[in-house]
């Protein structure tokens, strides 16, 4: 009882002691640690690069400027202008502006690739020339009406950790549109019709089966640059087909030996490939780079009627579909117009821009 006297007459003093040292500060609350974001994924790159084609096709180029990393840059080969283009605003622009003299003009995916951040694709780029184009004097030339439908490879790298693009390569060919328009004589492809309804979409495995399709289309350069037909024709499937966006009519594979030493050796007796990016996706296979020679004779197929003696080099896209280790079709996308240009032949208009071609 005493002892309870003794700590019951204490409590007040240790109380008032407590409040004049001052209570014991509150412990500092740890912050919580924002969870780390989540990778991005093949489906992640696939369905922003289907949705930033949406915004094309819908017109909706202030939503499409945000598709692109500030610093990007695109190389826009047969349309806009022949030279890179820096910047998310001025590539844009440039798509806009190109937009103008077809207002239904859209782009369908027929195939998709996917390696990384690396994508890519085969489209049909159509509409109706309704509007005026303008001319290399920069007068508009009035609109033809008339429909057009070309093929069009569109290549891009995403940022590693986002869903922006900084480089980017679009490949047709400008005589195939101008033909189609009937602004020259020269024959090119009928125009295609639309897209499917739903593009093939393959998603690289970087497994056995690409590396052996990237063995050989490293075998196909080195014997291409050789001029070695032969070697060439090794790489390629007996029954393929070649589909060169600049010929009128695609090619099997039994000829293509024939044609490029007839073609582009022929006229070009030191051309080369130089490759910036070849990468595989399941039976596909993506090479891009440059085209590079001296001209030293004619080459009628792509409006090159006589020897110029001038140097080319020109950006091209190349996908084959591999069968068994050979390429079973191969798609070629580069502008002849280009070519021409660089050649100093014939000018015809293309978006804001000279390009060149024949008839």
């Known amino acids: 009882m005493r002892t309870y006297g003794y700590l019951a007459g204490a409590a007040p003093l240790v109380a008032a002691m407590l409040v004049a040292c001052g209570s014991p500060p509150a412990p500092t609350p740890v912050a919580a640690t924002p969870p780390p974001p989540?990778?991005?994924?093949?489906?992640?790159?696939?369905?922003?690069?289907?949705?930033?084609?949406?915004?094309?096709n819908d017109k909706k180029f202030d939503q499409l400027k945000d598709c692109y990393d500030p610093s990007a840059a695109a190389n826009q080969i047969g349309y806009g202008r022949g030279e890179m283009i820096n910047g998310a605003g001025a590539i844009v622009a440039t798509s806009e502006q190109f937009a103008r003299f077809s207002p239904d003009i859209r782009s369908d995916a027929q195939l998709i690739l996917v390696n990384g951040n690396h994508v890519a694709s085969i489209r049909v780029l159509s509409g109706t020339n309704s509007a005026p184009m303008p001319g290399p004097d920069g007068k508009d030339l009035p609109?033809?009406?008339?429909?057009?439908?070309?093929?069009?490879?569109?290549?891009?790298?995403?940022?590693?950790?986002?869903?922006?693009?900084v480089t980017e390569i679009g490949a047709m060919d400008s005589t195939t549109l101008v033909s189609q328009l009937g602004m020259t004589k020269r024959k090119a492809r009928a125009v295609a019709t639309g897209g499917v309804a739903s593009p093939e979409?393959?998603?690289?495995?970087n497994d056995d089966a690409e590396k052996l399709n990237l063995d050989a289309e490293s075998m196909r350069i080195t014997a291409?640059?050789?001029?070695?037909?032969?070697?060439?024709?090794?790489t390629?499937?007996?029954?393929?087909?070649?589909?060169?966006?600049?010929?009128?009519?695609?090619?099997?594979?039994?000829?293509?030996?024939?044609?490029?030493s007839s073609g582009y050796w022929k006229a070009f007796p030191d051309a080369k490939l130089v490759p910036t990016a070849v990468w595989?996706?399941?039976?596909?296979?993506?090479?891009?780079?440059?085209?590079?020679?001296?001209?030293?004779?004619?080459?009628?197929?792509?409006?090159?009627?006589?020897?110029?003696?001038?140097k080319i080099s020109v950006t091209f896209v190349q996908i084959d579909k591999f069968v068994n280790g050979k390429s079973q079709e191969s798609w070629l996308f580069l502008d002849s117009g280009q070519i021409g240009a660089q050649l100093g032949i014939l000018n015809i208009p293309v978006g804001n821009a000279k390009r060149s071609g024949s008839g």
Not at 148 to 164: I, R, S
Not at 294 to 307: F, Y
């Open 38 to 56: 989540k990778p991005l994924t093949d489906q992640d790159r696939v369905q922003r690069y289907q949705e930033c084609w949406g915004y094309y």
């Open 143 to 165: 609109a033809t009406n008339r429909k057009f439908g070309v093929m069009f490879a569109n290549v891009v790298e995403f940022a590693p950790k986002a869903l922006k693009v």
């Open 201 to 205: 979409i393959v998603i690289a495995k």
């Open 236 to 260: 390629l499937a007996a029954d393929g087909v070649s589909h060169d966006i600049t010929a009128a009519k695609d090619t099997d594979n039994k000829k293509l030996g024939e044609q490029l």
């Open 280 to 310: 595989a996706a399941g039976d596909y296979l993506v090479l891009s780079g440059h085209l590079e020679g001296t001209n030293d004779g004619a080459m009628p197929a792509i409006g090159v009627p006589r020897k110029t003696g001038k």
């Open 224 to 234: 291409w640059n050789k001029h070695d037909a032969m070697g060439v024709q090794a």
